[in-house]
């Protein structure tokens, strides 16, 4: 698994212009299953992204996490992230997982999430979307499982 995780003042995503997901401060993930990611993948994920240090603490020090500022997710299906561009100008995207294995990962990875008390809002899995977000920092990390 593949989660880009964008530290976020607000978000939203919008499906056929209604908003389906929408969250105060906290993180927007891109989330990205490939082939061989097991649910063991999303717990690890789901661990590492409560549990990142990047918000500020008094000091003004990225030392706090979500889970310390009582923090959202707005969590959004991304099978481009595994996109390979390195050949020719098209990616190809035979390391993404196909829908059928994919929902099953992204869903646990945020029922997951949603154990440890964090409220988690997501997009439509496999739609179109349209996400905004009012990026903080701007702070933009690439985690992954492997």
Request: proline share 2%; aromatic share 6%.
């Amino acid at each position: 698994m593949k989660v880009v995780v964008q530290r976020s003042k607000a978000a939203k995503v919008t499906v056929a212009g209604e908003i389906v997901g929408q969250i105060d401060h906290g993180f927007v993930l891109l989330v990205g299953v490939t082939h061989e990611d097991e649910e063991a993948d999303a717990a690890f994920l789901a661990d590492k992204i409560a549990n990142l240090r990047v918000f500020d603490d008094e000091a003004g020090k990225m030392n706090l996490s979500l889970l310390d500022v009582g923090g959202q997710i707005l969590s959004v299906s991304q099978f481009t992230l595994y996109g390979d561009c390195r050949k020719g100008r098209r990616p190809n995207f035979l390391e993404a997982a196909r829908p059928e294995h994919a929902i099953g990962i992204y869903d646990a990875f945020n029922g997951l999430l949603r154990d440890k008390g964090i409220k988690v809002e997501t997009g439509v899995f496999g739609a179109m979307m349209d996400v905004e977000l009012i990026n903080d920092g701007p702070v933009t990390l690439i985690v992954e499982s492997k």
